[in-house]
């Protein structure tokens, strides 16, 4: 059964660059049958997709992040990264990794998420 | 961007009643590509309903879908402890720019 684990520091200072990693345990990032995305929940507030990649690297991103976002991947270690640059208090959010089939498909499985607080 | 907006933002029931859910976007949704989630405190979304109307796996049948164009609609017939929770619609007919709504908030 394919799981998904996000990791990364969970408190970012404002300007800096928020970096995190989704290890995908289970089965395979180099599928050719998935996207892999990102999605963040600020708290008490709803869902805003950011964007994904597929294992060739080819990646697509929300237009309202676009210019300070950057979604990665690493084949040889199953996972997807994400960065975020230049963040302010409005970045802090539960952020979530999650795999959808390739195409116009719903997120099918989704990480726990992990907290990232952007404060000085 | 297609923006969708859910209705009402709660909704106060009993376990045992039935639920309904709206969901209505800016503009027609190609192909009732739209989704339907369940988010519970603390815990991730899970995927209930996709193409407007189709169940996900293992997803019981008390859970229904429908509608097409800008307006979809989610039904539990029968609420559940477990029910109690918030729901979220997305739709993924344009992906250069998946939307979810704001949620609707099912409490007893």
């Excluded at chain 2, 933002?9 to 989630?37: D, F, N, V």
């Amino acid at each position: 059964q394919v799981q998904l684990q996000e990791s990364g520091p969970g408190l970012v200072k404002p300007s800096e660059t928020l970096s995190l990693t989704c290890t995908v345990s289970g089965g395979s990032v180099s599928s050719g049958s998935f996207y892999w995305s990102w999605i963040r929940q600020p708290p008490g507030k709803g869902l805003e997709w950011i964007g994904y990649i597929y294992y060739s690297g080819y990646s697509n991103y929300s237009p309202s992040l676009k210019s300070r976002v950057t979604i990665s991947v690493d084949t040889s270690k199953d996972q997807f990264s994400l960065r975020l640059n230049s963040v302010t208090a409005a970045d802090t959010a539960l952020y979530y990794c999650a795999r959808h089939k390739r195409g116009n498909n719903p997120f099918e499985i989704w990480g726990q998420g992990t907290m990232v607080t952007v404060s000085s | 961007e297609i923006v969708l907006t859910q209705s009402p933002g709660t909704l106060s029931l009993s376990p045992g009643e039935r639920a309904t859910l709206s969901c209505r976007a800016s503009q027609s949704i190609s192909s009732s590509y739209l989704a339907w989630y369940r988010q519970r405190p603390g815990q991730a979304p899970r995927l209930l309903i996709f193409g407007a109307s189709s169940r996900a796996t293992g997803i019981p049948d008390r859970f229904s879908g429908s509608g097409s164009g800008t307006d979809f609609t989610l039904t539990i017939s029968r609420l559940e402890p477990e029910d109690f929770a918030v729901y979220y619609c997305q739709q993924y007919g344009n992906s250069f720019s998946w939307t979810f709504g704001q949620g609707t908030k099912v409490e007893i």
